[in-house]
């Protein structure tokens, strides 16, 4: 016993100029929404001659903060037990085994590392207060669905 | 597909360079197009089941290998690279298709399994359709390793190397799934 599914007749004969047709209106269409109008904004004198001081004093003190509240996001987690429990989900039955830490580390950025709120944090231990009390309420469940929608995501892109 | 002699994956190889390549690329990717189009059209169509929506699906899949190839670093084999995104393409088209009518994931399987009657492209009988049921039925992964190997006749090697999931898993995972497909059928 097979599926039974069957293809059009000569169904791949004119694909490739269907798909041709189709990314040429995709390409098209990527384009229209490009508007070649400037903007109008100026820049102060000389603000691109010390922009790059800025950014390197930014860059390391916001690295220093990512690590620190991705550390201190796994530490809490680790004690709630988020990350000792298999759970599983309506759909896909995962455990937290399947979760691999690259993709965890994704879901902490995208749920966690957003500039403007690591930004807010004048001191670490505010950062710490503010990661612990959202790890209080955490759901699990959401942590799956979130997984389980992104977990092709995670891999389509990169091999 | 299967063990790839040593010219194969050369072949595979150069194809990538000319994909990752300004000047050739459009020529390279008509050459993947045509290699590819068939398997991976019957993994798409084996998840959304219907051909119109198995055709957008695909051709969805294409573009996204024509702008995402740069991110491919040659660490898989490039059809499992490209099944993984079949697959994610087919699994979006699901969920929204889920949300433009209500459904659960379930009920979705459910209700394009019952279509299948009226479709013109499905030749199969009253036992092919509770074939079909069956599997919808199963857990996602189980669903996804059956149809792979039982609807596609690919080797668990291969699944293997798509997935990136052990072959011991897989076999486990099929075990599993034709157990309970076969009791569903009644012919346990």
Redesign the interface.
Known sequence: MRSGLRLPDDYFDDFQQRLDKRMDEDKRSSQNNELNVTSGYKVPTDYFDKLHIDIDEKSSFNTKKQWLAMAAILVVMLSVGILTQPFSSETGNMKISDIEEKQLEQYIKYQYMNEEVLKSYAKEQDMQFELNKALRTIDKKEILTYFDDQLNDLYAYED | MGKKAPQIEEDERLLVKRLQSESDKRSAF?QL??RY??PL?WHI??MV?H?EDA?DV??NT???V?R?ID??????KLY??MY??A??ES?TFL?KKAKQLKLS?QELQNHLTEN?KSDP?????A???Q??KAVDDL???QQLVFRMRY?QDLKFKEISEIL?VSVTSLKTNYHHAQKKVKKQLGVD
């Open positions: 008509d197009v045509d189009k068939e059209y169509r084996h089941k051909h055709d695909l051709q294409f573009i996204k024509f995402y991110k491919f670093k040659g660490d898989s499992s690279w993984r995104i697959t994610n699994n969920t994931s299948l492209y499905f030749e199969g009988g036992i092919e359709q074939l079909h857990p996602e992964k609807f990136e």
